[in-house]
Nanobody
Framework: QVQLVESGGGLVQPGGSLTLSCTAS????????MGWYRQAPGKERELVAH???????NYADSVKGRFTISRDNAKNTVYLQMNSLKPEDTAVYYC????????WGQGTQVTVSS
């Protein structure tokens, strides 16, 4: 049974920082590409950041220079360090694992508001 469990969401003021974590089980983590997606109310889910099994990364233009994705294969965990948060970053953030199949976590809410 595959499980992706996100944590680290919450309420933060504009300009603040949060780190999201996603711990996977039931997959060979090191062989999977991992991604963070987000979905704001009334909008479609969008890719935020992606990291391949080899460690190559790419980011949505809206978060470049502010967010950093990383992975720790020994801990089966992918991280999303989010700095300089803006109100428009408010969304439910989802973790995704993909190799032959695509798996999703349950999501964690990030709210950026003063």
């Amino acid at each position: 049974q595959v499980q992706l469990v996100e944590s680290g969401g919450g309420l933060v003021q504009p300009g603040g920082s949060l780190t999201l974590s996603c711990t996977a089980s039931g997959i060979i983590f090191s062989m999977n590409a991992m991604g963070w997606y987000r979905q704001a109310p009334g909008k479609e889910r969008e890719l935020v950041a992606h990291i391949t099994s080899a460690g190559s990364t790419n980011y949505a233009d809206s978060v470049k220079g502010r967010f950093t994705i990383s992975r720790d294969n020994a801990k089966n965990t992918v991280y999303l360090q989010m700095n300089s948060l803006k109100p428009e970053d408010t969304a439910v953030y989802y973790c995704n694992a993909r190799k032959y199949y695509s798996y999703w976590g349950q999501g964690t809410q990030v709210t950026v508001s003063s």
